[in-house]
T-cell receptor, first 115, second 116 residues
Framework: KAGVTQTPRYLIKTRGQQVTLSCSPI?????VSWYQQTPGQGLQFLFE???????NKGNFPGRFSGRQFSNSRSEMNVSTLELGDSALYLC??????????????FGPGTRLTVL | DAKTTQPPSMDCAEGRAANLPCNHS???????VYWYRQIHSQGPQYIIH???NNETNEMASLIITEDRKSSTLILPHATLRDTAVYYC?????????????????FGTGTRLTIIP
């Protein structure tokens, strides 16, 4: 099975712009989570989607948004970029609620640099 | 989610077993112990997880104490490619009762360096 794929892998934007990142989950996985990793804050949870619905959201401003499509692919959007948004953005997929453990598998990430 | 405590760094000689400890004294009965590792600038890689019993897979073994307040990840024969940051995470089990609460909360992890 192919793993989680994220596009683009690298991105350079300037302050005030917006950006859209894409994530394709492992085939058969219906839950997608997004995380932000910075040197100062470490790995932080952004949000999680299942069946096109946001199930959980981390403590990030409204400039960070996401969505999930009917094929489980997901996108996240960051509007009005700030220098502090420079980070590695990670997507993880899992089967979804199953009554037991639900392991998340991560993609390689998108490295966003805001100038 | 319960918090975990890990040593910030450890060294291990190549070919020896690497034993990475994790304390999770406030773990709840429905929380699993997960281990991930992250090699520089890559996405975290799932290693292993367990609830009560010891677990083993092709990558590692997980030993959970009987009171579940601590665990140890064992890499049986460490190689240079095992150099990474290792994260111990406790996470609520899935299912309808925990719907939407299964996020992973990462701490600072243990930076494991394998010495040639």
């Amino acid at each position: 099975k192919a793993g989680v794929t994220q596009t683009p892998r690298y991105l350079i934007k300037t302050r005030g712009q917006q950006v859209t990142l894409s994530c394709s989950p492992i085939s058969g996985h219906r839950s997608v989570s997004w995380y932000q990793q910075t040197p100062g804050q470490g790995l932080q949870f952004l949000f999680e989607y299942f069946s096109e619905t946001q199930r959980n959201k981390g403590n990030f401003p409204g400039r960070f948004s996401g969505r999930q499509f009917s094929n489980s692919r997901s996108e996240m959007n960051v509007s009005t970029l700030e220098l502090g948004d420079s980070a590695l953005y990670l997507c993880a997929s899992s089967l979804g609620p199953s009554g037991g453990s639900d392991t998340q598998y991560f993609g390689p990430g998108t490295r966003l640099t805001v100038l | 989610d319960a918090k975990t405590t890990q040593p910030p760094s450890m060294d291990c000689a190549e070919g020896r077993a690497a034993n990475l400890p994790c304390n999770h004294s406030t773990i709840s009965g429905n929380e699993y112990v997960y281990w991930y590792r992250q090699i520089h600038s890559q996405g975290p890689q799932y290693i292993i997880h367990g609830l009560k019993n010891n677990e083993t897979n092709e990558m590692a073994s997980l030993i959970i104490t009987e009171d579940r307040k601590s665990s140890t990840l064992i890499l049986p024969h460490a190689t240079l490619r095992d150099t990474a940051v290792y994260y111990c995470i406790v996470r609520v089990a899935g299912g309808t009762s925990n719907f939407g609460n299964e996020k992973l909360t990462f701490g600072t992890g243990t930076r494991l360096t394998i010495i040639p």
